[in-house]
């Protein structure tokens, strides 16, 4: 099996490594991967600037190839250009972040864009992020990530249709289990600190709080908050659907 | 009524100009836009860095502000700080955007993102595109977003919905109408083009090409095609929900 893997927090980000390690007992990786943090950069893709690939290399070997872009970057780039004449791969996997990605984050993900490049062109394809910004242990998600690996080649999505992949910050014994879940809906209110630089220009950093964490047991973070893992199906067509009859009858004319 | 106004070709391009023109007949406008371009940014928003506003004059005018940030951003620092203590928006548009935002290229553009950021806060949001590079005439495309605010405005759209609209580049006499459209989903042929700076160090451009225009009088790009205004209702739930039950059919276990 040949395993494509990516991120968004780099190259040298400790949950990749530890992806790596773990999903190399499965299969032949190859690793193409931020050259830096691109957390929150949403489905962005690098057009007004070229593109550059460097060999990165970890403990004197070489460890995959770092581009200075997005995750989605990444992907469009490993597999058109730097895989172009290779057999394609197998599977796709984004991660493991550090940080949940649930709920309306999800849009904002980087680690997710990237697994939604893999659906895109037709890979079976999952986002893995750790639910947590301190003392994350990836061990439990990097032993699931094996799991999920082989079921995912085995039992295909639909097509366009990826796996979003939530796991608690807990040792393996204390999961409670996995669960299919939707994207939360819960919203933030966001909130602007305004400072003064040294040269007394003002700027701002942006915060953000929920406002309230939702009860549905099926709900991505309702799940991650009752120690089970969270497994959201995702897909790329944006279309509300269930509008479109009643937008209809609203007979707009130019 | 209030219209906040936004888009992703920055504060100095000619179709924010066009539409800020046109949308001042019916309502009170606020502009706050990139500083710079932030095409195919996605729904990205800036976490590592602070955010800074700056009023930008135009023909010796106060025009609205610039933000070194994405259109996310934009959206999100004129709702919670720069109109903190204002009336709130009754309206967000997001445009005239140079190029369509149709298909697959939804979920790049950092002018739909900026109308998603306006259906997460609960505005009614559009975001309009008009189809061309070269030689655009914004004319057609501002006279509808006039119409179309006034509709939005009186015709609530469910929460979390919004419209992605996109207007053929001729003149408003050869539109054909209105049609209300689903996102297509034609795939690209990738190809990044290698050359070698003067360094001979190697980069990559990305270019793509779509593999196949589809033939359904529905899909948004085949609307555009033959000259009629497609509007895509939007929403930001991306979950899959129709493979949600079979999923949970495969019993994932940990």
Sequence with gaps: MKILLTNDDGINAPGLAALAKAVAKIGEVTIVAPATEMSAVGHAITLSDPLRVANFTKNDHFFGYAVNGT???CVKIAYW??????PKPDLLISGINL??????????SGTVSAATEGAIIGLPSFAISLATFTDP???????????????????????????NVNVPNVPKDEINGVRIT?????????????????????????????????TDPDVDDRAILENYIAITPIHYDLTCYSVIESLRGWQIEI
């Design 182 to 214: 939707r994207q939360g809906r819960a919203r933030y209110i966001e909130e602007f600190q305004p400072r003064k630089d040294p040269h007394q220009r003002k700027y701002y950093w942006l915060t953000g709080e929920k406002v309230k964490v939702e």
């Design 81 to 86: 250009a730097l895989l172009k004449n290779k």
């Design 71 to 73: 995750p989605a970057d």
């Design 99 to 108: 940080g949940s990605n649930t709920g309306i984050n999800t849009i904002y």
């Design 137 to 163: 242990n990836f061990a439990a998600a990097a032993e699931f990530a094996v799991k999920l690996a082989e079921i995912v080649c085995r039992k295909p999505l639909p097509a366009g249709v990826f796996l």
